[in-house]
């Protein structure tokens, strides 16, 4: 059964950097995309950004210029940094696990391995 | 627009069958993910693409879908289905994916 640890500081001062890391166990990483998943208190679902085994990113523009992402293969593992941290970029922020490719001529783009979750406050 | 559009909340009795549903214009060309939410847990994948359902997710959950609305039904709802849910599908723009607004589906 895979699963997602994730792990990263949970109380920040503005303009500070998140930096949050998430090990994936068991199942393929090359197979995959890695992604960040937010959701401030009380509020829906926002796609952060994504990473690929091989390095490549994808990041929501409006978070383009804060946000950067690393992967490390020998350890099975992914990054995300946020700088310059606000009271907007309080929030939970999940690792996920999406799958996207054809399977029996059906496309699909899913997201099917959700790490816990972190609780990321950040508060002067 | 790139949202998804869900009705806010919605309540049921024990057994009886409810459909949520999930309106955007992303729709037109992708299907809908849903994931269920409970209060303090991560979400988890109920139903991907044109009705498939991972291990695990009961039958009683299924998808149907027209146009730019996609809508999720639960068939004679258990207590454990009380969660918050949510649709999500990829788009055609810089934001890569969006998930819908929101439904609280309460069993009475």
């Known amino acids: 059964q895979v699963q997602l640890q994730q792990w990263g500081a949970g109380l920040l001062k503005p303009s500070e950097t998140l930096s949050l890391t998430c090990a994936v166990y068991?199942?393929?990483?090359?197979?995959?995309?890695w992604t960040w998943i937010r959701q401030p208190p009380g509020k829906g679902l926002e796609w952060i950004g994504e990473?690929?085994?091989?390095?490549?990113?994808n990041s929501r523009p409006s978070l383009k210029s804060r946000v950067s992402m690393s992967v490390d293969t020998s350890k099975n593992q992914f990054s995300l940094k946020l700088t310059s941290v606000t009271a907007a970029d309080t929030a939970t922020y999940y690792c996920?696990?999406?799958?996207?490719?054809?399977?029996?001529?059906?496309?699909?783009?899913?997201?099917?391995?959700w790490g816990k979750g972190t609780t990321v406050i950040v508060s002067s | 627009s790139s949202e998804l559009t869900q009705d806010p909340a919605v309540s049921l009795a024990l057994g009886q069958t409810v459909k949520i549903t999930c309106q955007g214009d992303?729709?037109?060309?992708?299907?809908a993910n849903w994931y269920q939410q409970k209060p303090g847990q991560a979400p988890v994948l109920v139903i991907y693409?044109?009705?498939n359902r991972p291990p695990g997710i009961p039958d009683r959950f299924s998808v149907s879908s027209s146009g730019n609305t996609a809508s999720l039904t639960i068939t004679g709802a258990q207590a454990e289905d009380e969660a918050d849910y949510y649709c999500?599908?990829?788009?055609?723009?810089?934001?890569?994916?969006?998930f819908g607004t929101g439904t609280k589906v309460t069993v009475l």
């Open positions: 996920v696990r999406v799958f996207r490719g054809v399977r029996f001529v059906e496309r699909l783009d899913y997201m099917d391995v």
């Open positions: 068991g199942g393929s990483f090359s197979a995959y995309y």
């Open positions: 990473i690929t085994h091989s390095g490549s990113t």
């Open positions: 992303s729709l037109r060309t992708y299907y």
């Open positions: 693409g044109n009705n």
């Open positions: 999500h599908s990829p788009v055609n723009s810089g934001n890569r994916y969006v």
